[in-house]
């Protein structure tokens, strides 16, 4: 039997959508390959009545799925070590999404992803269950005071959409450079009962999984001091 979630058409996504001005090269492939590779408005129900093959008009055995993936350097890589796989990234704020399409030329674009510029939560409630084989949630906004805690992309209820979405074994990787992140993911991810997390020792969730790509991102927390936490959990089977 399906496992089902109540799903809220809400406005998620804080802060401001755009950043420091940008060159109009980067502008236009919101006009070119944004329009071809977006995950389209009518995928988008919420009522997790989608399938991957539906948002790819094609038969999709293995799909990732990244929520905020910044400038898209993670998604870039893991496209590149599995080309035979599909890709979905969410990314709202319009110079990650820009940062990450421009690398594509206007002619060659890959056909074995999709984009979201909104709410992740919006293409998960989409999908059907056990759709997803990997789900990266990386350096996600910590949002460190007490009265922004609900918006943190690890939540309770969050978890229970992305364990809908993932195929039993699935994997959901979590980091952080934020202490105080890692642990309240840690806490909210292992209170839920979907969730295995792998980790055998301490080393193990300051150890970055194999074939592991750093990001700029995190190589700048680490010349600061701050020290990156990986958190690999899998989806139990379902009953």
């Not at 990997?134 to 910590?142: A, K, R, W």
Request: with cysteine.
């Amino acid at each position: 039997m399906a496992e089902t979630v109540e799903h809220h058409k809400v406005k998620r996504v804080y802060g401001r959508r755009m950043g420091r001005p940008m060159h109009k090269a980067r502008l236009d492939v919101l006009d070119t390959i944004l329009p071809r590779r977006k995950v389209g408005e009518e995928l988008l129900t919420e009522k997790a009545d989608k399938t991957p093959d539906d948002i790819f008009g094609e038969t999709v055995d293995r799909l990732h799925f990244e929520i905020g993936f910044g400038n898209g350097e993670h998604l870039h890589y893991i496209m590149e070590q599995f080309p035979d796989d599909y890709f979905i990234g969410a990314e709202p704020y319009i110079n990650g999404m820009t940062a990450f399409l421009k690398d594509f030329g206007s002619e060659d674009v890959p056909k074995n992803f999709r984009v979201h510029m909104d709410d992740a939560l919006m293409v998960l409630n989409s999908l059907k269950d056990a759709s997803v084989d990997f789900l990266y949630i990386l350096n996600p906004d910590p949002w460190p005071k007490s009265r922004h805690h609900k918006r943190r992309i690890v939540s309770p209820q969050n978890l229970e959409v992305f364990a809908r979405v993932l195929k039993d074994g699935g994997v959901m990787l979590q980091t952080t450079d934020v202490d105080d992140l890692a642990e309240w993911m840690v806490t909210q991810t292992v209170n839920c009962p979907h969730f295995e997390w792998t980790a055998e020792r301490p080393e193990d969730w300051k150890t970055a999984p194999n074939g592991w790509m750093a990001t700029r991102y995190e190589n700048k927390g680490k010349d600061a001091g701050r020290s990156q936490t990986y958190l690999v959990y899998k989806r139990r089977p379902r009953s």
